[in-house]
């Protein structure tokens, strides 16, 4: 059966529902943060948001998410890679 790790966290693939990566911005109200896609950060915000961090995201249900956060958009591409390498097998 094909699976995935991150982080030393494995997931069977017929498991997962979604799986996308996305960056966390600072919302202005406390620590709060909210998921925007790459594409978005890239085009459209134009320094104009405050960037918490980045993620990939793996949704089993809607009450299981797993969350793997990475202080700059390098640490995120390499994850990027290491997981396309993995479902490239």
Do not use: C
């Not at 911005?25 to 943060?33: A, I, L, N």
């Not at 793996?58 to 969350?67: P, Y």
């Amino acid at each position: 059966m094909k699976q995935i790790t991150i982080e030393n966290k494995t997931f069977k693939l017929k498991d997962i529902k979604q799986l996308y990566p996305a960056v966390l911005v600072k919302t202005g109200h406390g620590d709060e943060t909210a998921e925007m896609s790459l594409e978005w950060i890239d085009i459209e915000s134009k320094g104009r948001v405050d960037v918490a961090g980045y993620g990939l995201f793996i949704r089993i249900s809607d009450e299981e998410k797993h969350s793997f956060i990475y202080d700059t958009r390098e640490e995120l591409d390499k994850k990027i890679a290491n997981l396309s390498k993995q479902l490239n097998k």
